[in-house]
């Protein structure tokens, strides 16, 4: 009998312990073949490039997955509501993201204004120069707002529209940025939010057609439940995946003394700050409003988590973390595939967390004392950094130079922090994933009367029968034809 349950255990839990396996496999291997190398030397880029070719190629699958799914997934469960149910769902989902960012934000703060772990620290960590353009906050802000309204939606796929800053002619070295000439380009990077708001409008628009358009609706979540179907395969290379990716990027990284070190204090509080929010505050928040046991919820994502932590991208881990959460959390598929892409986009508590202790830990490095107004605005910024952060090109460092720059610290001071961002972001981008699938989770729990009151409409792929055996789709076309 025990032993009947071990087994039905391990085949139902099989690829979440592989995965895990995979992790723990690929940490212990990088670990151990850094060793390889005679002392001082280290693996050439071609060697680590071949290591990371199975880890790439997974990457590259999950990649492959993101366009059909945001556009197919948005279109279809917007357009399966009505109105007033979507603005209810996405102004829940919108009121749990900026909650969530500001709390992360005044978590990480707290953490690092009484830890202070920037004093005393030693300011000559940063010997490796970080790439950054010149730009200003609001030409940044102005360029995610143009973003929003991508004018051609096919170039969406591939471009964003950047404001790039030329010198004047006579005066190459002017400092005031204010004073350099504004043109526009188009970057190499997906126009996500423009994809986003584009298809948003675009399922609105079939929900108001309602029946004259129901088969272009039935095309889109047919769509996508074939992506799906393709994420279900790609997931069981995740094993391989992560352990590949991992081992890579421990291969590649110059010296990991740094993490423990000269950064070590940073470090821990900056991770300890995205980990208890992920882990202790997030969780809490889903236990008071759903009343549902928030370990089985996590231990049901641990897939998500994984592929966040070896892929360090949220977008990347996006059809994993819908497929974790609508097949072995039960969420409706009208509010999963309606608010993780919106989440993927805006809601990275990590992130923004991250940035807010990076900022002050800065700061205190430089021995600049930072007023009470310092610290709002440094507040207000990260967390508008981190709503931003999808729809500015090449954002990363960007949006923290953002941040630095309102407390007037230079952009180059990025370079200090460098070292130990490679870790830090795998632990921003699990907390990012936990988060939008928390708030899927518990939007779906404030909004399952109403569902509940409009027919299924098969969105998960199951026909749905009712009571005479009818499908509710025979019953959806009944009603409406
Ligand atoms: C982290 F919705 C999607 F899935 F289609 C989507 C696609 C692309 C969503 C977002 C993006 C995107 O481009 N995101 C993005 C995220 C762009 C630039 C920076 C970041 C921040 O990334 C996080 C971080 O560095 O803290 C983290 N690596 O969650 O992926």
Redesign the pocket.
Known sequence: MRRERLQIFLKENLLTLLTISGVIIGIVLGIGLRAVPAEGEKWSPRDVSYISFIGDLFLRMLKAL?LPL?ITSLISAVGSLDLSLSGKIGGRAVLYYITTTIMAVILGIVLVVVVQPGKGADASSGNITAETRNVTTTDTLLDLVRNMFSPNLVQACLQQYQTVLTPPKDNPNEPDLNLWSVSGKYTDG?N?IGL?VAAIVFGIALSALKEEVLIVLKFFQQFSHATMKVTGWVIWLSPIGVLFLITAKLLEMDDLGVVFGKLGLYFAVTAGGILFHGFVILPALFFIFTRQNPVRFVGNMSQAIATAFGT????AT?PVTMQCLEEKNNIDPRVSRFVL?IG??IN?D??AL?EAVAAIFIAQLRGLSLSFGNIVAISITATAASIG??GIPQ??LVTLVMVLDTVGLPAEDVSLIIAVDWLL?RF??VV?VLGDSYGAAIVAHYSQKELTAIPTNESNGKVQRNSMGQSSETVLFEERL
Do not use: E, H
């Open positions: 993101i945001i997906m996500i986003v360090s991208s949220s977008s996006l892409p993927a986009t990275m990590g992130t991250y952060a999808a954002a990363g972001d921003r981008t990012n």
